[in-house]
């Protein structure tokens, strides 16, 4: 098995455990450092190649703030593999199209000290349903603090309600320390919600 | 009061703060890079433009799109002209949205059950 945390073993793991059908087309893959501009091209591209393929407008802008909350959660949020580069948030991120949806699958290092409360927090958002979601972004809003990374905490809510789709997710130990937080979030092309 | 006049590019909304000429509008899409860097200034006004705000303020919001950390801030917009509204001043928010764009909708509602200040919903 190739190691998780490269394209290859990436790949391999979102075939096995179903995250995405194989016949499913990418249309972006990449490994690397996640900033604002590279955030800023891939939505670029991604909407020039969604309104080529004639996807309705609220198909394109669920994409849209998908990819925008899972690069920016890459680009504030992701540890390293090791201390030795702290500061530089890299991730892998890959979109694709099946017939029925958008999957946009993201890959990044987490410290363990971090691991229950994220996995608290999705376990949580995936028991709601509209409403519930929606009260707890509503009463989350009220209560957040722009963090020194720039963020709010709302983006896998935002993510989920959004989407109107469970969050998929998984954890992969690497490292004593850190493991590799996987995300598969899901837009319908039939999306009327 | 000094103008704000901003131009909005594809990650930055446009914002005039216009107090003298009673114009008070944010448009576009807003997923700054540094979202409190770049919303403080818009902040400040506001505080600023509080403490002696015009009688009757109308404030436009025609955003297309805005990312969870802008989402937050936009709240402490609303808040802000609650509080003037609070005040005894008139304050009345537009919030302009795409007449296909049920979230941009929603959004506004939103905001609408969270502060307590007069609301219209404009569909265009």
Redesign the interface.
């Known amino acids: 098995m190739n190691k998780i945390t490269t394209i290859r073993g990436f790949l391999d793991f979102i075939y096995s455990k179903d995250y995405a059908p194989v016949e499913s087309q990418i249309s972006l893959i990449y490994e690397g450092e996640i900033t604002h501009q590279i955030m800023k091209a891939f939505t670029s591209m991604t909407e020039t190649s969604l309104g080529k393929n004639e996807e309705s407008s609220s198909v394109s802008k669920k994409v849209f703030s998908v990819m925008v909350e899972c690069l920016q959660n890459i680009g504030k949020h992701a540890d390293a593999e090791n201390v030795i580069e702290p500061e530089i948030k890299r991730g892998i991120f890959l979109i694709c199209k099946s017939e029925d949806n958008y999957n946009v699958i993201t890959g990044n290092f987490i410290d363990h000290s971090k691991l229950e409360g994220l996995k608290h927090l999705l376990e949580n958002i995936n028991t709601l349903n509209k409403e519930g979601l929606k009260e707890l972004y509503k009463n989350k809003i009220k209560v957040a603090t722009i963090s020194e990374k720039g963020g709010a905490g709302l983006g896998f809510i935002d993510i989920a309600r959004k989407t109107g789709e469970k969050l998929i997710y998984d954890f992969i130990p690497v490292t004593e320390n850190t493991s590799f937080f996987i995300l598969k979030s899901t837009v319908s092309r039939n999306s009327l919600n | 009061m000094d103008i704000i006049n901003i131009i909005g590019t594809?990650?930055i909304p446009s914002v005039i703060l216009d107090a003298a000429n009673g114009k008070f509008e944010m448009s576009g899409r807003s997923?700054p890079?540094?979202?409190?860097a770049f919303y403080k200034p818009i902040l400040d006004w506001m505080d600023k433009y509080s403490e002696s705000a015009n009688p009757k303020t109308v404030f436009d919001f025609k955003l297309t799109?805005f990312?969870?950390?802008s989402?937050?801030?936009i709240?402490d917009i609303l808040m802000k002209l609650e509080a003037i509204s609070n005040d005894g001043k008139e304050v009345l928010i537009k919030w302009h949205f795409p007449a296909?764009?049920?979230?941009m909708e929603e959004a506004g509602e939103?905001y609408s059950?969270?502060v307590d200040v007069p609301f219209e919903k404009v569909k265009y």
């Not at chain 2, 890079?33 to 409190?36: A, I």
């Not at chain 2, 296909?100 to 979230?103: N, P, R």
């Open positions: 594809d990650d997923l890079e540094d979202v409190s799109y990312n969870t950390a989402s937050k801030i709240l296909e764009d049920e979230d939103e059950e969270i």
